[in-house]
Antibody, heavy 121, light 107 residues
Framework: EVQVVESGGGLVQPGGSLRLSCAAS????????MTWVRQAPGKGLEWVSA????????YHADSVKGRFTISRDNSKNTLYLQMNSLRAEDTAIYYC??????????????WGQGTLVTVSS | DIQMTQSPSSLSASVGDRVTITCRAS??????LAWYQQKPGRVPQLLIY???TLQSGVPSRFSGSGSGTDFTLTISSLQPEDVATYYC?????????FGQGTKLEIK
């Protein structure tokens, strides 16, 4: 069964840092792009970051560019999101999702259960 | 950046009704469009990709159409379990923008 499971969320102060992890199983991890999508409480979906299967191509939304970094360790079947300089508006459930192909320009499926990040003093 | 606009933002329909949700891209995106369903308290799930291809396991009452800038998601006969928020998303190139969502309720 294809599965992705996020971890690493929690409460952090404004200006702080957090690293999210996404453990993948049930598929050849290095053959698929991966992505992060977030959803603020009661709001819609916002794409955050994406990375190709080998990690040679990465993309970030303007709202997180320069603060968040996506990475992956294909030997560990794990995707990461390093989040620095966190702001209150970064408070959201962060979902990890598998891309439809090695390349980034594809749909997302499946999604993990999400991990909640709360930025507050 | 290309903007994705869904309409309506919410709708209420009766069981058995035919329901249509529209998604418009501010620039052409060919057929690089996906639809997701998010039931209350649940994780988003892929319904349709490439504008009209039904994801495996999705009931056949769901269908998608369109290309370029105008797309539709249609539920041919609304069922109680279809209560959810539906999102369109472009994936032709980054940023992979979502529409604002359409909340579907049963009348």
């Amino acid at each position: 069964e294809v599965q992705v499971v996020e971890s690493g969320g929690g409460l952090v102060q404004p200006g702080g840092s957090l690293r999210l992890s996404c453990a993948a199983s049930g598929f050849t991890f290095s053959s698929y792009a991966m992505t992060w999508v977030r959803q603020a409480p009661g709001k819609g979906l916002e794409w955050v970051s994406a990375m190709s299967g080998s990690g040679d191509r990465t993309y970030h939304a303007d709202s997180v560019k320069g603060r968040f970094t996506i990475s992956r360790d294909n030997s560990k079947n794990t995707l990461y999101l390093q989040m620095n300089s966190l702001r209150a508006e970064d408070t959201a459930i962060y979902y990890c999702a598998k891309g439809g192909s090695y390349y980034v320009d594809y749909w997302f499926d499946p999604w993990g259960q999400g991990t909640l990040v709360t930025v507050s003093s | 950046d290309i903007q994705m606009t869904q309409s309506p933002s919410s709708l209420s329909a009766s069981v058995g009704d035919r329901v249509t949700i529209t998604c418009r891209a501010s620039q052409g995106i060919n057929y690089y469009l996906a639809w997701y369903q998010q039931k209350p308290g649940r994780v988003p799930q892929l319904l349709i990709y490439a504008a009209s291809t039904l994801q495996s396991g999705v009931p056949s009452r769901f269908s998608g159409s369109g290309s370029g800038t105008d797309f539709t998601l249609t539920i041919s006969s609304l069922q109680p379990e279809d209560v959810a928020t539906y999102y369109c998303q472009k994936y032709n190139s980054a940023p992979y923008t979502f529409g604002q969502g359409t909340k579907l309720e049963i009348k």
